[in-house]
Every structure is written in C-alpha cells, then in structure tokens.
C-alpha cells in the first residue's frame, strides 16, 4: 500500500532563517506531487506541484521554492522566512496525467515563524 | 472568482442531528470532477468521494450521502446521525481538465458535533 511522510511534524524557526521540508512517498511510482499551505483559518492554497523529476510548476509567488530530486521525494525549501509564511504544509500525491484522481495527503507540517 | 463555494463557515448540532455541508462549484468545462476531504483535529486531510461530471446519481456509503446537482451546480454531503467523531473542518474541491491536475478547495466546513 501507499504511504505518504513528511517531516518534521512541527517546527519553530525565527525570521529570516532558511527553512526544508521534505515529503517521501512510498509504495507508487511516478507520482505527481504537490505542497499546500494551510494558512489560520482553514483554506487550502496549492504552491507547488510536480509531475516528475525536476518539474515543477509554482502557482503563486513567494520566497518559497520546491524541487524533486528523486521520483517519490518532494522538498520544499526557502533561504529566508517570513511571518507570514506561517501556517501548516501539506504535502499531496496522485497517480497518472488526468485530473480525475483524488489526492492523498501526508500528516503534514505545522511551521511557526517567531 | 472562487470556483468552489462553502458558504457554511462553522455548524454545531447535536449528537444524532442529520447535518448537511453545502458545496457549490463554478466551471465551464462539461468533464470535471468533484471531491470532499475530512480534516479531523491531526491535520490529515481523508479523501471521502470522488464524483465525474457525468453521473448525478446521488451516492450513499453509511452515513454518508452525497447529492450532486448540475443543475444548481453543487455537490452537498449529508452525515445522518451524526457522532461526535464526525467532528473536522470538510472540503470540498474542484477538479478541471487542462489546470495540470490542480484541485481547487472550498475554503472549508468546521463541524462540531456536540455530544
């Protein structure tokens, strides 16, 4: 069956220091990849996705970026924080090119920046 | 324009209350694809349903039902006797063909379900 990780669970760090999340899938191959944040309150905004290695694709801009080094792990990363880049990161994974597949979401990562 | 609607920000019931989650999407594609998410207090987000464009026949699994409206473009999930282990904020998203398999989700239902 499939799994999907992300670490850590919880992080503090203050403003302006770099940050790296990573999520790992396991169990598929070929996975399209995703990172939402998850500001207070509860919408959920789609930053990065990816379709294989190396492609990504970001839908807003922000000093966030993402890459892909491997088929099943996705990182998500940033030189300098900001306030506002507080909120909680979910990462998502789907199978195949259609857009009739439902994702699944990793436990996710609640990031507070001091 | 927000292309899914969740017009129910917070609903409190009762242990045992039907409760319905209002859904209502906005596209001008013909194929697409609708889903609703749980996200209980852990943060996880559960996939619950997934439902085409084409097949409107109202779905049953439980507890859970779903209606899908084309007409008044909405997909609405109904929980019947409800727990309090229903208790979780619900999405519900937007799935459209050449957005490069981008989900569009609702801003989110945060029910409580009062023992």
């Known amino acids: 069956s499939q799994t999907i990780h992300q670490w850590p669970a919880t992080l503090v760090q203050p403003v302006g220091s770099p940050l790296s999340l990573e999520c790992t899938v396991e169990g598929t191959s070929n996975p399209n990849l995703y990172w939402y944040r998850q500001a207070a309150g509860r919408g959920l905004q789609l930053l990065f996705y990816s379709v294989g290695i190396g492609q990504i694709s970001s839908e807003v801009p922000q000093n966030l970026s993402a890459s892909r080094p491997q088929d099943r792990q996705f990182i998500l990363s940033s030189k300098k924080l900001l306030l506002s880049d507080s909120g909680f990161y979910l990462c998502a994974w789907s199978v195949g090119q259609g857009f009739y597949n439902e994702q699944f979401f990793g436990p996710g990562t609640r990031l507070t920046v001091l | 324009a927000q292309k899914v609607t969740q017009a129910q920000t917070e609903i409190s019931v009762v242990e045992k209350e039907d409760v319905t989650l209002d859904c209502v999407y906005e596209t001008r594609d013909t194929t697409y694809y609708l889903f609703w998410y749980k996200q209980p207090p852990s943060g996880e987000l559960v996939f619950l349903i997934r439902?085409?464009?084409?097949?409107?026949q109202n779905e049953i699994s439980g507890r859970y039902s779903w209606n899908f409206q084309k007409s008044t473009s909405s997909f609405n999930f109904t929980i019947t006797a409800s727990q309090v282990v229903d208790s979780a904020v619900y999405f519900c998203a937007l799935s459209e063909p050449n957005t490069g398999n981008q989900f569009y989700f609702g801003t989110g239902t945060s029910l409580t379900v009062i023992p």
């Open positions: 439902r085409n464009s084409f097949d409107e």
